[in-house]
């Protein structure tokens, strides 16, 4: 069976309650094909959460945009994994490169979190990319996988891992990844799960894009691909 199509929206830290009642309407008039197809999971800041879920159609589901590394207790203003499981939130944005870069979070951190968050149960979107530095010196594939590697080491079941291609590059930067450019990254790191992770994690994980976008080029790669 192919991997189902996952498409995620990281709101980062904005919205105010009407934002986000206006937002969770527009989603919930959309149309899109059955849940079977496609995964709908929308990420609000920590304070939002319960407001969007009980405000969400079922079929599309919430994501935090982040929780803290092992068990809660005396960490003043963090968010443990077992309070999103018990609030039912059923995903976790770790390793954005916005906490990488302004909080310093190590890729040996991400890989503690990404375990931490899998052995509570709830389903992680692991994010990895480049800097602009990092892809002109020509390290891409190596930093990528390196990345890839410290959750590789703490994890052993990828069933609810999406690893997601954030360059750094391409965020909030106004500038895009072209389709050719995001595929080439996901081959590579497909590659690299197949040779050392497994061969069948490799056919089945799921590799989503995450940067910035333009429609134009993804509409007309598809056009291109099909014809
Ligand atoms: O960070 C992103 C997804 O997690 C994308 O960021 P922008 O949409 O701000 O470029």
Not at 55 to 80: I, M
Not at 122 to 133: F, Q, R
Not at 182 to 190: G, P, S, T
């Amino acid at each position: 069976m192919g991997r189902k199509f996952f498409v995620g929206g990281n709101w980062k830290c904005n919205g105010t309650t009407e934002e986000v009642k206006k937002i969770v309407t527009t989603l919930n008039e959309a149309k899109v094909p059955g849940e079977d197809v496609v995964e709908v999971v929308v990420s609000p800041p920590f304070v939002f959460l319960p407001f969007v879920k009980s405000l969400l159609r079922p079929d599309f589901h919430v994501s935090a945009q982040n929780c803290w590394v092992r068990k809660g207790g005396a960490y003043t203003g963090e968010v443990s994994a077992e309070m999103l499981v018990n609030l039912g939130i059923p995903w976790v944005i770790i390793g954005h490169s916005e906490r990488r870069q302004l909080l310093n979070e190590s890729n040996e951190f991400v890989g503690d979190k990404v375990a931490y968050a899998l052995q509570q149960g709830l389903k992680v979107i692991a994010c990895i990319g480049e800097t602009l530095e990092q892809r002109e010196a020509g390290t891409t594939t190596a930093v990528v996988a390196e990345q890839t590697k410290a959750i590789a080491a703490k994890i052993s079941n990828w069933d609810n891992v999406v690893l997601a291609y954030e360059p750094v590059w391409a965020i909030g930067t106004g500038k895009v990844a072209t389709p050719a450019q995001a595929q080439e990254v996901h081959a590579d790191l497909r590659k690299w799960v197949h040779d050392n992770v497994s061969a069948e994690v490799a056919a089945s994980v799921r590799i989503i894009y995450g940067g910035s976008a333009e429609f134009v080029d993804i509409i007309n790669a598809a056009t291109v691909k099909k014809n």
